[in-house]
């Protein structure tokens, strides 16, 4: 995973030991030696995080997160302070106007890459939900509300220890509603079931693997977003890293300062409540005027904004995109022979067969007719091509059933075209298009097959018979 990180430090020597240590993590690297030219940079670079000097002459790193933090555009941006500063009352400071973490000079090389990758991943899913966001709030259907702090967050505490459990609840239920589980089994099971905004786990349960409950709490589909502050003992180092990797939002270290805690906790409710807020937006509100009825995907209207989005993005941060177009075959036969009522059931399990077996990074949409598109962000043509193989065969290789029918079901194939981002001055359309090329060619060859462009070779070869006269399908009335 690479990202854009800004290092801001007034000394030369620091700041090239970050850049070498991070470039050889292929992080791409832009330096600022004060916190003007931070900001100023920061106003026309989209990064993905900051790691930033506290002492600084001129404007001190305190104030530069205080005025990154008060500016919307760039409130979601984390920020790392480094500093040879190691009170509790500088976290305390720091924290307050809007810090993410803190690392002690001298920095330890191990500790930096993963709390860099660990915000990095947290912040792209944010800003997936952010990007959806702002394509429905061009429909004028995303109220602009900020999430309210105003009532009680809801926090499981997961700690065996009576006498750690005792302080941590103390702490929390000042601010929070707490639920206590002593058992790492039974933890998973409540944090399924109910709608917690922050788990606090200590590292050092006794009777359950704490970093196994990590891990299974981010497969969980239901338990995924929700944010995990980890309660560590200074000697645990090398399992607080571990926790990082498998997607731990914050680590407190012991002995734990009360403020400190509530001021860590109080943002992750705020950040869990904001993507709350912005995935109910975009899931339910959006979908109003955005979803294709039918079969529940986005339609052709969402996808033209969307996909400008991705390839801006795309093109900013360097990053692949790839499409992946589909249309069934032989259509229009279906719909004459078995009814249309056949055909929109066709589309309907069609639609569930191709959003079961793509990433949840990805966006299937329909096109209209019986034509699908699949938006997969940070996917080379390549690993884009062996996707829509394994969804060719998916397809073809289970009958769909038809309302009122009985038997084995209907025997259904598609033809795939699949075409990348090119760089800066590619367009969405110029995209589309390509696609619609490689789909051509995958109908004239004979159907059921994935053609990639531009050099027009299937994925596979599939032996239909003799290929057709190429023609391009009319996706109206369904001759594809």
């Not at 990180?5 to 030696?33: M, P």
């Not at 298009?433 to 990639?452: I, M, P």
Request: overall charge neutral; hydrophobic content about 40%; proline content about 4%.
């Amino acid at each position: 995973m690479t990202g854009r990180i800004l290092v801001v430090d007034d000394v030369k020597a620091n700041v090239r030991l970050l850049e070498a240590r991070l470039g050889a993590e292929y992080f791409d690297v832009r330096t600022a030696s004060s916190g003007a030219e931070a900001l100023s940079i920061v106003a026309t670079w989209p990064c993905d995080i900051i790691l930033l000097d506290v002492m600084m002459p001129g404007m001190d790193g305190f104030e530069v997160c205080r005025r990154l933090k008060a500016d919307p555009r760039t409130a979601h941006i984390p920020v790392v302070m480094i500093t040879a500063l190691d009170r509790v009352d500088d976290r305390i400071k720091g924290l307050r106007v809007g810090a993410d973490e803190f690392l002690t000079k001298p920095v330890n090389d191990i500790a930096l890459v993963a709390r860099v990758k660990n915000l990095v991943s947290l912040k792209r899913a944010s800003d997936e939900l952010r990007l959806r966001a702002q394509t429905g709030s061009q429909f004028g259907l995303v109220p602009e509300i900020e999430p309210s702090m105003e009532a009680e967050g809801r926090v499981l505490l997961v700690d065996d220890c009576a006498s750690s459990s005792r302080h941590l609840t103390a702490i929390l239920r000042q601010n929070c509603r707490v639920e206590l589980e002593v058992d790492g089994a039974q933890a998973l099971i409540t944090a399924a079931e109910r709608g917690y905004e922050t788990i606090v786990i200590n590292l050092g349960l006794a009777k359950s693997d704490a970093l196994r409950l990590v891990s299974q709490l981010r497969a969980l589909e239901r338990t995924r977003l929700v944010p995990i502050i980890l309660i560590a003992d200074p000697d645990e180092s090398t399992r607080t890293l571990r926790a990082l990797e498998l997607g731990v939002n914050d680590c407190i270290l012991r002995p734990v300062e009360r403020t400190e805690l509530v001021l860590r906790l109080r943002t992750q409710i705020a950040r869990k409540r904001a993507n709350d807020r912005l995935a109910s937006d975009v899931e339910q509100t959006i979908a109003m005027a955005i979803t294709d009825p039918l079969t529940g995907l986005r339609n052709r209207h969402y996808l033209t904004s969307h996909l400008s989005r991705l390839v801006r993005q795309a093109g900013e941060a360097d990053l692949p995109l790839s499409v992946v177009m589909i249309d069934i075959d032989r259509f229009k036969s279906i719909n004459d022979t078995h009814g249309h009522d056949a055909g929109d059931a066709v589309l309907r399990e069609l639609a569930g067969r191709l959003r079961g077996h793509v990433r949840g990074l990805d966006m299937v949409c329909r096109l209209g007719g019986e034509e699908f598109l699949i938006l997969m962000p940070e996917t080379p043509v390549s690993a884009a091509g062996k996707v829509a193989e394994r969804l060719r065969a998916v397809i073809e290789r289970q009958p769909f059933t038809l309302p009122g029918a009985t038997g084995e079901g209907l025997s259904v194939t598609v033809s795939l075209g699949v075409a990348a981002h090119e760089g800066a001055g590619d367009s969405g359309d110029a995209l589309i298009k390509r696609a619609d090329q490689a789909l051509y060619r995958a109908k004239g060859a004979g159907r059921n097959r994935v053609v990639c462009f531009p050099d027009g070779s299937d994925a596979v070869e599939t032996a239909q018979g003799a290929p057709d006269a190429p023609r391009r399908p009319d996706t109206r009335t369904g001759t594809g």
